[in-house]
């Protein structure tokens, strides 16, 4: 006989899996969304943080309990029996020994009507604890959004340069097997079969470290997650439009730099330590309280019964000075509180100063890098000519080749650290990343309309260096080169072309600016830049 399924254990398996399914984004690479909507969902910190906000609500409720009523109940019974009685008696010992039975019961009931203020102050404190542990979970919020979005963005770098150094380690082989030819037919020395075989190695030590580092970037993304697991990011068609940096006032961000949810917190504590030098000052205020009492005790029923009701005030005079230290504790405290405050202050304005130059640099940076990787490729064309026409020497082609992949290096690299840097000024001013907003709102609809609209300015510009790179390989076909064709990616791709005619675009806060056109603008990032055929 086949047993029937257990209902429950089905019921509950099923909840289960729900459960399992929605913590876990879909299935396969991970996006930037995903990660971010996971990690602002489940990650360790912000349950931490979530459960001092729950313990601060609680105590709230503990201090406002003082003026609750207190009722008590109590019970007791009583059995007594005599061993021995001394009487009075001829014989002198009392022949009945007795044995009692007696019962008391009694339901009582307290209130304490005023205490001169001294609990209204401590539930003001407690208020203000609260207030400051919601600013500490959306400070975190933001710190945690903040670093998965960095790292996220590190990480596309690292595989980006794994991808550069292939191509690398791909030509440089190319580039012996070629050499090998050379040698063999006898128009080139060994000499360069031997350095053509070394620049082969050393790019290869340069994959294993690159292919180390893009490990390490992953492990990183994963902490920053929350995750205890491997997983895969996607790579496209997810892109990250850049545009060229407005003019950055430091005062402009002031007013949304100093409601950052750290500062807010931090006042919040100042305040609640003002409530509790204002309740340690009522420490010696008198307290009025009410009571009543009904009681039931005897022996035998019906049982004897009473009551009272009371009034009671108490006026302490001395208390060992223990109010006086308890003032000067909170006196302290307060001082100490209003110099973190300050201290704070200053660091975030210090924060902010650094995020504005790190992103101006980053930006001059990625814009030169783009030029050096232009030329850097006309040099790897001119070089791979004069080396084949019998003109040029083997250092040369291994400077140029090794100058091309450098530069294509720094530029993904620049790329992605001008990433970081919108995303570290977006961590300083206190903004969630945008990717993690579902809808986009009017005001961004059409700041992305205003974005895509400057990008096609670039086409000019784009067709230039495409007939520049055609002339180049023509000129290199006219001269017998029969190189490896350098990939589209060497010069500015699409993704990588800075928006122009953006400097004097008036932003009421540069966050707002850039992560809208970071998280609108069409643009293909460095590793997914169309091959030149």
Not at 195 to 200: E, I, P, R, S
Not at 454 to 473: G, P, R
Request: some cysteine.
């Amino acid at each position: 006989m086949t047993e029937k399924p257990n209902f429950f254990y089905l019921f509950f398996l099923f909840v289960a899996m729900c459960i399992q399914c929605g913590a876990q984004p879909a299935s396969g690479p991970w996006s930037l969304k995903d990660c971010l909507n996971y990690g602002l969902k489940n990650h360790p910190v912000l349950s931490q943080v979530e459960g001092t906000v729950d313990s601060a609500r609680a105590q709230i409720g503990e201090i406002k309990s003082n003026f609750g009523f207190q009722v008590n109940g109590n019970a007791n019974f009583l059995r007594q029996k005599d061993d021995f009685v001394k009487t009075t008696g001829s014989s002198g010992i009392s022949p009945d020994l007795s044995m009692n039975d007696s019962t008391a019961e009694s339901l009582s009931a307290k209130k304490l009507f005023s205490d001169w203020g001294r609990t209204r102050e401590r539930q003001k404190s407690g208020v203000s604890v609260y207030k400051a542990t919601k600013e500490d979970l959306k400070w975190q919020r933001t710190q945690v959004g903040g670093t998965i979005k960095t790292a996220f963005f590190q990480a596309l770098q690292a595989k980006a340069l794994i991808r550069v150094q292939k191509e690398s380690l791909d030509g440089f082989k190319e580039h012996e097997d070629k050499v090998r030819g050379f040698v063999e037919v006898g128009s080139k020395t060994p000499y360069d079969l031997t350095k053509a075989q070394v620049d082969v190695a050393n790019a290869q030590v340069a994959l294993i470290k690159a292919e180390n580092d893009s490990q390490n970037a992953m492990a990183r993304l994963i902490q920053a997650i929350g995750l205890d697991g491997p997983i895969e990011i996607s790579e496209g068609p997810e892109s990250f439009g850049l545009a060229s940096a407005p003019e950055i006032k430091k005062e402009d961000l002031s007013e949304k730099l100093y409601k950052r949810p750290d500062l807010s917190a931090a006042e919040f504590r100042y305040d609640s330590t003002s409530f509790q030098l204002n309740a340690a000052k009522k420490s010696l205020k008198p307290a009025f309280s009410g009571s009543a009492n009904y009681g039931w005790n005897g022996t035998a029923t019906p049982l004897n019964r009473s009551w009272n009701v009371g009034m009671a005030l108490s006026f302490p005079f001395l208390d060992g000075k223990l109010t006086h230290y308890q003032v000067k504790d909170a006196e302290g405290s307060l001082k100490s509180a209003k110099g973190r405050l300050q201290n704070l202050k200053i660091q975030a304005s210090t924060d902010l100063e650094i995020a504005i130059h790190t992103l101006r640099e980053a930006f001059k940076r990625f814009e030169t890098s783009q030029i050096l990787l232009k030329s850097a490729s006309e040099t790897l064309h001119l070089a791979e000519g004069r080396y084949e026409a019998g003109l040029g020497s083997p250092i040369e082609i291994t400077d140029a080749r090794t100058g091309y992949y450098n530069a294509e290096g720094e530029n993904i690299t620049a790329y992605y650290d001008t990433l970081v840097a919108l995303t570290q000024l977006d961590i300083v001013t206190g903004v969630l990343p945008p990717e993690y907003q579902n809808d986009l709102t009017e005001n961004q609809a059409e700041t992305a309309k205003s974005i895509s609209d400057m990008t096609q300015t670039n086409a000019s510009l784009s067709k230039e260096i495409s007939l520049a790179d055609q002339t180049i390989a023509s000129d290199s076909h006219k001269t017998g080169s029969k190189s490896q064709a350098i990939p589209a990616s060497n010069l500015p791709p699409k993704g990588l072309e800075l928006v122009s005619g953006t400097d004097n675009v008036a932003s009421e806060t540069t966050p707002t600016i850039l992560k809208e056109i970071d998280m609108t603008t069409e643009a293909v990032p460095p590793e997914n830049a169309k091959k030149a055929k």
